[in-house]
């Protein structure tokens, strides 16, 4: 931290680093206080998956409908990065699921340093896929941390820490989704008495650090011979990005919505056992699984009854592991 004055002010001038929809709601608070937005910084635009046109992240979204300057750097090593960053005089950059580096040059600059808010109860589930990690393994509590930023990965001293019940159904979207709301919560406590919570920052215990590695997409296939407990939590996790499947009939079958049962057949896992009340009712290595809503290969997602009743499902019919 530079020798600017560190006295109390209710407002600040802020460049603000951010990605997805989780970073808008932080925004929206920053602007909505008062602080002087100076920049949005969000990752390059992107084609879109089906190659039809280019992408923008909701930050820029922000920005854009806001007359927010936005900057779109590949690397915040690049000194003309560095530079405009530097040009502005920043108090404070926040920044919430950016997707980039910051180097040490960036992290220096402004005159209360870099804070980030990330979406776990630090040290643990420090990394790329904390919300849908939690979900994976059926914690029943998260939360977010504001740091301050260093140059490991989600290493800073804790700021302030709320934490968050996780419902028993929860999926990772709609954690996504309360967490935003929960960050910008707790980013306008810190921006409220900004010196004095910098000054009570407590290093983080590296003894309890844990890691939430990024999600990639061969976890997304279903293995029956799991438990049904696994697999719900596994399903939840990966909803709605990049969503878990199963195969049938050699085509993909999409699982958006299903709930686990604890009662077993006979049958090998991944086997049919019931079609009752417009579910497929799925057998699996321990327990079952109701599957609600899915979704067939170059198809829209419909239920399981309109699934069962167009593609001509019989009972026993069987998934692929």
Partial sequence: MNNRSMNNRSRYRIIFMGTPAFAVPSLEMI????????????????INRRGKGISFSPVK???L?????????????DKKAQAVI??????????IAYGRILPKAVLDMPAFG?????????????????IQRVIMNSEPMTGVTVMKMAEGM????????????IPPDMTAGALFDSLSRVSASALSEVLDKLPERLGRAIPQKEEEATYAEKITKDMSRIQWNQSADRLDALIRGLTPDPGAYTVFRGKRLK?????????NSAEKPGTIISLDEGRLRVQTGRGVIDLITVQPENKKAMTAADFIHGYQVHLYDTFEN
């Fill in 61 to 63: 979204a922000y920005g």
């Fill in 65 to 77: 409908q806001n007359h927010i300057p936005v900057f779109q750097p590949e690397s915040l090593n």
């Fill in 114 to 130: 870099c804070i980030n808010v990330h979406a776990s109860l630090l040290p643990e589930y420090r990394g790329a896929a904390p």
């Fill in 31 to 46: 602007a909505r206080k008062g602080h002087q937005l100076l920049a949005l910084f969000t990752q390059p635009d992107r």
């Fill in 255 to 263: 699982i958006h919505e299903e709930c686990p049962s604890f009662w």
């Fill in 86 to 95: 530097r040009g502005m005089n920043p108090d404070l950059i926040v920044v």
């Fill in 154 to 165: 989600d290493t800073g001293d804790m700021i302030l820490q709320k934490s968050f019940v």
